[in-house]
């Protein structure tokens, strides 16, 4: 690299400290490649699994947990969102395929909100939900390929 930023002058050197920046932004590819860039993908887990780990780890155990009952505010948001949107639209509208849009729309920005209800009441933003998430997949893999590592 010396080489080539030398031969190149400061171009050279603006190009490696440019690449260095784009490379510190996207560091979460590397995330990406841990969990879906596999040529054999890990074995499901089960409830019992996922059980196991929160009872194993002190640290990222609760916080999974915590992240798993988050789930259940966007499920009851998304339904609530989905039903009044749906049911106003259901009331006034002419078209059924509005219905459909409006449905839909509630459901998402209800599922949006009860996230946002989920991650101040379980104070969720005070946790790293990715370390917690990958945590888990590296006990899982550990235990179900033990060694053998990809």
């Known amino acids: 690299m010396g080489e080539k930023s030398s031969s190149w002058g400061f171009l050279g050197e603006h190009f490696e400290e440019v690449k260095e920046h784009w490379k510190k932004n996207f560091s979460f590819i590397d995330y990406f490649k841990k969990t879906y860039g596999r040529e054999k993908s890990l074995p499901k887990w089960t409830e019992a699994d996922v059980e196991e780990f929160i009872a194993s780890d002190p ?86 390929l033990g060694n053998q590592r990809n």
């Open 59 to 144: 640290v990222y155990g609760p916080q999974l947990k915590a992240l798993r009952e988050s789930r259940k505010y966007a499920m009851v948001g998304a339904a609530l969102g989905a039903a009044h949107l749906g049911g106003v639209s259901l009331k006034y509208s002419k078209s059924p395929h509005g219905v459909i849009l409006a449905t839909g729309f509630g459901a998402l920005c209800g599922a949006v909100f009860g996230s946002e209800v989920a991650e101040h009441w379980n104070q969720l933003y005070k946790i790293d939900k990715q370390g917690a998430n990958l945590r888990f997949l590296y006990w899982w893999e550990d235990k179900t």
